[in-house]
């Protein structure tokens, strides 16, 4: 009996698991805080029920959420408009329907297009909620139905779409993302509550191929597939971790951003909490979309918004506060009162305001009322400061542009060539602006300044000829020899911190030579070889990342010099497109430079193989260089001319996503040049013209560069096939043009089947191909123009003969 009674006690704790982790049988329901409030997946992973909002007790979410740790973040919601109250009730109803009903019994959310008569419901480790049939057939999901995320196995078909929410709350917030049924993947804005959408400011370009948007577990990457179940779009960049060891979910931000995040699954850090961390996000500039419909933007009227590590950066200008103090992006506000036309004000303009210069700042999107030119700076700050309608004016190259609030889009860039201007209370008893915007004003009243300095300083010194005044001759020789030691510390780490090379000023790992010897095993398997040195393979750390390592050669002058050029541009970039620099090592003689290890190699060895790559994976790659392309030209603090683009200095990572590489080669210039003149640089075949003839070298020289690539990409072959001879294909840029011109894409591209299938998009690419190509550079486009043409944002139209201006 005692035996028997022990194996009851055994027996016990099973049944209470079996019976928590069982399917939901009709008629069973959950209450809001009440002592069952959710149902389990069976390993506990998933939870499925009533989540307090705010750790309140009277509103709650249903939803789906991550019950093993400690943030429980949420998944699935239903009723994020409309919390459910205390002791309202979730039942999976006799008849089959899914209902949540307040404790009046009026109802709150139900499961909606039931396609069958619902037998038992069941929370699954996936994260999904389903209600199924007799045939165990899911006729209604949570996959099928999301809110604002995503996970791993779950799969977005045509026309589905997710919604982000609120900063503050889980009511809808103002950012989709679509799979259209026309296959593209977008993402807009909607004017709320009507839901109207704005123009799209992300779009895949699969239009009429892409079919779902699948988030694979096996290797937790996210890509856009065609009906076949070919890849036509890796969303996913960079190294990811696996899904045996990180929980991962995908989720449409209230910041308009789309983003990947991981979480490992048993901590490791001593308080065992450890937080979400960012793998890819896209787009990467949300804030600079060119559209007039663009309604009020990511960061709402009258804001600014910044790029800092491809996430939105929302503020307001000063003396401007957010509508919503908990909402970024809410908008902004004036805090003094603009009196308009009415006249009823009393003072000048000059007495009642001031015009504060806004830096690296423009509302490009912004309906401007009234230009005026020709006209000076100050003429355009005078006309708005006496413009009773007036609010800001933007003045570039004798063009003055009034606006009036309500401005919008507004965006702080480095390479904006604008000067914005603001009309501001003259009152010095203004409030500050407690929600600064990313950059500030360059008079008057700077966020974060102190504008009583001077009066500090004169209290420092009081305080100062007290102490001395006060004390006995004794101790004011101790503070004064003190005071004097601290000065030359003070000087000593200011001119070693001036002396100190410009490497070291980035955030970049710095390693001893003697890290990276024993990293690559004493430099044993080479990568590659460049102009100024070998590229080896290494592995780092603990966890054993792969890095290659470029060692370069003892050229004292120009090795040393590209080193430090190096370390400067790609220390400072980052987007997908680029290859990251992971650290250095600047020891004696000895300079190496570190990178994150590309799995895939090479484009040369990509495109020129002995099998013909995939058609969607070449012009994805394609695609990929051009909008790195276009960061290192546009987007970057200091603009960057590569000089050497080539297949050899194109890598592929895991993804196959296209990653620019070597800028060693790279010409910088500062942002208000735009050109320089120097020695021939870069490899034959890619080089533009223009470096032949002695002319002002600009970024339209990796443009050319780019289109012979892109040619090379289409053909799978080679810009120069010296065995050819005197044939006219040795020479790839005169071959397709002379094809184009006589209608012989197919001999270009020999018989690709899957180029042939898509000739809309072959004869498209031809075309931005020679428009790159172009002998003049003033005809080529810019990298910007470039990707809007292949994205097929652009027309592209006839373009003339490359070399019409040898003829």
């Not at 679509?178 to 977008?186: A, H, K």
């Not at 995908?250 to 308080?271: C, E, H, L, M, W």
């Not at 300083?457 to 004011?476: E, H, P, Q, R, T």
């Not at 080896?536 to 050229?555: E, T």
Request: glycine share 8%.
């Amino acid at each position: 009996l005692f035996s028997l009674f022990l194996l009851l006690l055994t027996l016990q704790p099973f049944s209470v698991f079996s019976q928590s982790y069982s399917n939901v049988s009709l008629g069973e329901s959950l209450s809001a805080g009440g002592n069952t409030s959710s149902w389990l997946s069976p390993s506990g992973e998933f939870a499925f029920g009533f989540h307090s909002i705010n750790n309140r007790d009277d509103a709650f979410l249903l939803a789906i959420w991550y019950d093993k740790i400690p943030e429980k973040t949420i998944v699935w919601y239903a009723n994020g408009d409309k919390p459910a109250p205390k002791g309202s009730k979730l039942q999976l109803t006799i008849n089959g329907g899914l209902e949540l009903n307040n404790p009046q019994g009026e109802e709150i959310w139900r499961a909606q297009s039931i396609l069958g008569v619902v037998t038992y419901a069941a929370m699954l480790d996936t994260g999904n909620f389903v209600l199924v049939d007799s045939n165990s057939v899911h006729i209604w999901e949570s996959f099928k139905n999301p809110s604002d995320t995503i996970l791993p196995t779950q799969i977005l078909e045509l026309g589905s779409m997710l919604s982000s929410r609120q900063p503050t709350n889980y009511s809808k917030g103002r950012v989709q993302l679509r799979l259209l049924t026309d296959g593209n993947l977008v993402m807009n804005t909607v004017a709320l509550p009507s839901n109207y959408a704005y123009a799209a400011y992300y779009v895949s370009n699969t239009f009429g191929s892409g079919y779902q948007v699948v988030f694979n577990e096996s290797t937790a990457t996210i890509h856009i597939q065609s009906q076949n179940g070919s890849i036509l779009l890796d969303l996913t960049v960079g190294s990811i971790p696996s899904t045996k060891t990180h929980y991962h979910r995908a989720t449409i931000d209230f910041n308009g951003v789309f983003t990947q995040y991981a979480r490992p699954k048993s901590s490791s850090s001593s308080n065992g909490y450890e937080s979400w961390s960012i793998g890819w996000s896209i787009p990467d500039d949300v804030c600079s979309f060119n559209s007039q419909d663009v309604g009020e933007g990511i960061c709402g009227y009258n804001s600014i918004c910044r790029i800092v590590q491809n996430r939105p950066v929302c503020g307001c200008p000063n003396q401007y506060t957010l509508v919503d103090p908990n909402n970024t992006s809410s908008g902004c506000k004036p805090d003094f009162i603009l009196q308009g036309c009415n006249g009823n004000g009393t003072g000048t303009p000059e007495i009642l305001y001031r015009m504060d210069e806004l830096l690296d700042t423009a509302w490009p999107n912004s309906a401007d009322y009234q230009r005026r030119a020709p006209y000076t700076e100050a003429d355009c700050k005078n006309s708005c400061l006496y413009d009773c309608q007036c609010a800001i004016a933007t003045f570039r190259d004798g063009n003055c542009w009034k606006k009036s609030l309500q401005v919008r889009n507004g965006r702080q860039r480095s390479d904006v060539i604008v000067k914005a201007f603001l009309k501001v209370s003259a009152d010095k008893n203004t409030p500050r602006n407690p929600h600064p915007a990313p950059s500030v004003p360059v008079d008057h009243n700077i966020p974060g300044s102190n504008p009583n300095g001077e009066e500090k300083d004169k209290g420092l010194f009081s305080v100062v000829a007290a102490v001395l005044l006060g004390s006995s001759i004794f101790f004011n020789l101790i503070f004064l020899a003190a005071i004097f030691m601290g000065v030359l510390v003070y000087y000593k780490k200011l001119k070693e911190k001036v002396q100190k090379p410009s490497s070291f000023e980035t955030n970049l790992h710095s390693f001893t030579y003697k890290d990276l010897e024993d990293a690559t095993d004493g430099f044993k398997e080479e990568l590659g070889r460049g102009a100024f040195g070998v590229v080896y393979k290494g592995v780092l750390g603990l966890d054993s990342k792969l890095v290659a390592v470029k060692k370069l050669d003892k050229v004292v002058q120009e090795g040393d010099k590209e080193f430090k050029t190096e370390l400067s541009v790609i220390g400072q970039t980052h987007h997908k497109n680029l290859v990251k620099l992971v650290g250095f090592c600047e020891e004696g003689q000895h300079r190496l430079l570190v990178y994150e290890f590309m799995s895939n190699g090479t484009l040369a060895g990509f495109l020129f193989g002995s099998s013909r790559p995939d058609w969607n994976q070449r012009t994805q790659i394609a695609f990929g260089i051009a909008r790195g392309l276009m960061y290192l030209h546009e987007e970057c603090s200091v603009q960057i001319i590569h000089c050497d683009i080539k297949p050899q200095n194109i890598l592929l990572d895991d993804c196959y996503t296209a990653r620019i590489s070597d800028f060693g080669l790279a010409k910088l210039l500062m942002t208000d040049k735009s050109r320089t003149n120097t020695a021939i640089r870069g490899t034959k075949g890619y080089i533009a013209p223009e470096w032949f003839r002695h002319l002002p070298i600009t970024v339209k020289v990796d443009v050319y560069s780019f289109g012979v690539m892109l040619l090379e990409i289409i053909c799978c072959r080679k810009s120069v096939e010296l065995e050819m001879g005197g044939d006219e294909r040795a020479i790839l840029t005169d071959w397709a043009y002379y094809c184009y011109q006589e209608g012989r894409l197919d001999a270009l591209v020999e018989n690709d089947i899957e180029a042939m299938n898509n000739m809309g998009r072959l004869e498209r690419l031809f075309k931005v191909a020679i428009w790159c190509i172009q002998e003049e550079p003033s005809l080529r486009p810019t990298m910007r123009k470039v990707v809007q043409m292949l994205e097929g944002i652009t027309e592209v139209s006839e373009p003339p003969h490359p070399y019409l201006f040898s003829c």
